[in-house]
């Protein structure tokens, strides 16, 4: 049988948030799952995603579905453009020298 990492729907009705799981493709979209691998909540926008329990089932022939796909190109980018700010020496200092803040 094969796995699928998909979204699983929790939440109050029109308050949705959702988790990203590792299921087994004929089991329902909120069914018994295998493992949690993360949440996503789309009104706040927040997104956490344990990316190592990904590859792991990715390893072991887990399918991703095209949302799942969709937030993983989204957890990537801002992980890159945190890496971008945090190897700019000194951006605290910038910061506040392009907005004539004191340090």
Known sequence: M??????????KRKQHSYRIVAIESRNPRNGK?????GWYNPR??????DEE????WQEKGAI?????KALM???NASASKAEEVSDVEG?????????????
């Open 53 to 56: 329990g990904i590859k792991k």
């Open 64 to 68: 991703l579905t095209d949302a799942v």
């Open 73 to 75: 190109k989204r957890w």
């Open 91 to 103: 951006a605290d200092n910038l910061h506040s020298k392009v907005t004539g803040g004191s340090t």
């Open 33 to 37: 799952y295998l493992e949690q691998l």
């Open 2 to 11: 094969s796995v699928k990492i998909r979204l699983r729907t929790v939440g």
């Open 44 to 49: 706040s926008k927040e997104l956490q995603i």
